[in-house]
Nanobody, 126 residues
Framework: QVQLVESGGGLVQAGGSLKLSCAASGLAVSSYAMVWFRQAPGKEREFVAGVNWNGSSVAYADSVKGRFTISRDNAKNTVHLQMNSLKPEDTADYSC???????????????????WGQGTHVTVSS
């Protein structure tokens, strides 16, 4: 059974930093693109960041470019999201997922991904 488990969320003041982690089990995710999405209360789930299978290509939502960094460690079957200069509007539940199959380009729509984790909550206070 494939399982993705997120961790690292919490409460932080605006301008602070957090590092989220996504640990995969039941499947080696080294052949798949991995992504982070987030969902704030009352809003739709939105793409945050993605990384291709070997980490050579990344993609970010415009709202987080220059502040967030996605990375992966295929040896440890994990993906990370370093979040700096956090803003109150970054408050949301953050979830990771893997692509349905091997892809050359990183999709940004949630239907392209499976094995969603339960999520980790991030609250940024002003």
């Amino acid at each position: 059974q494939v399982q993705l488990v997120e961790s690292g969320g919490g409460l932080v003041q605006a301008g602070g930093s957090l590092k989220l982690s996504c640990a995969a089990s039941g499947l080696a995710v080294s052949s798949y693109a991995m992504v982070w999405f987030r969902q704030a209360p009352g809003k739709e789930r939105e793409f945050v960041a993605g990384v291709n299978w070997n980490g050579s290509s990344v993609a970010y939502a415009d709202s987080v470019k220059g502040r967030f960094t996605i990375s992966r460690d295929n040896a440890k079957n994990t993906v990370h999201l370093q979040m700096n200069s956090l803003k109150p509007e970054d408050t949301a539940d953050y979830s990771c997922a893997r692509s349905r199959s091997f892809v050359w380009r990183i999709p940004t729509t949630d239907t392209a991904f499976v094995n969603w984790g339960q999520g980790t909550h991030v609250t940024v206070s002003s």
